[in-house]
Antibody
Framework: EVQLVESAGGLVQPGGSLRLSCAVS????????MSWVRQAPGKGLEWVSV???????YYADSVKGRFTISRHNSKNTLYLQMNSLRTEDTAVYYC????????????WGQGTLVTVSS | QSVLTQPPSASGTPGQRVTISCSGG????????VYWYQQLPGTAPKLLIY???QRPSGVPDRFSGSKSGTSASLAISGLRSEDEADYFC???????????FGGGTKLTVL
């Protein structure tokens, strides 16, 4: 069974940092394209970042230079390092597997809330 | 401002058929598959349609998808109260090298 389980988010002050993790079972993270998607309260879905199976990474303009996506192959885990956090980064963050070849999400984690506030 | 355009709301009565549109461009819908998701309040999105018109196992055949050019549609027939949810379309965007989403459509069952 495919499962993606995000770590707990939390409350962070503006300018602070937080690392999210996504523990995966049922498939191999390094063989797939993996993404982070976020959803601000009451808003729609926003793509944040992707890591290709080959290791290339891409980011939305809104987080470029502040967020870093990575993976740990032996732990089969995806990460999102978030630095210089802003109030507008407040959202539920989902990790997702992108369907092979189509590159749209086909499996999602349960989501974790990150609140950036003083 | 979402890259893909959806109507913010839709509604219907039980048993009716409703459609939700999703409009994009040549770098996303025009050259890639469209996916649809259902999101109930407080839960993660659930895959409803993949590759324009394919249903994952467990999704009722009341849900169907189609694509033409740079637009796509989700149709729900035999509307039921439990279909009341937010619906999102998505596609890969070759120019952005990322996933683009519609702004979401809130479906109300009257």
């Amino acid at each position: 069974e495919v499962q993606l389980v995000e770590s707990a988010g939390g409350l962070v002050q503006p300018g602070g940092s937080l690392r999210l993790s996504c523990a995966v079972s049922g498939f191999t993270v390094s063989n797939n394209y993996m993404s982070w998607v976020r959803q601000a309260p009451g808003k729609g879905l926003e793509w944040v970042s992707v890591i290709y199976s080959g290791g290339n990474t891409y980011y939305a303009d809104s987080v470029k230079g502040r967020f870093t996506i990575s993976r740990h192959n032996s732990k089969n885990t995806l990460y999102l390092q978030m630095n210089s956090l802003r109030t507008e980064d407040t959202a539920v963050y989902y990790c997702a597997r992108l369907h092979y070849g189509d590159y749209a999400p086909d499996h999602w984690g349960q989501g974790t809330l990150v609140t950036v506030s003083s | 401002q979402s890259v893909l355009t959806q109507p913010p709301s839709a509604s219907g009565t039980p048993g009716q058929r409703v459609t939700i549109s999703c409009s994009g461009g040549s770098s996303n819908i025009g050259s890639n598959f469209v996916y649809w998701y259902q999101q109930l309040p407080g839960t993660a999105p659930k895959l409803l349609i993949y590759r324009n018109n394919q249903r994952p196992s467990g999704v009722p055949d009341r849900f169907s998808g189609s694509k033409s050019g740079t637009s796509a549609s989700l149709a729900i027939s035999g509307l039921r109260s439990e279909d009341e949810a937010d619906y999102f379309c998505a596609s890969w965007d070759d120019s952005l090298s990322g996933v683009v989403f519609g702004g979401g459509t809130k479906l109300t069952v009257l």
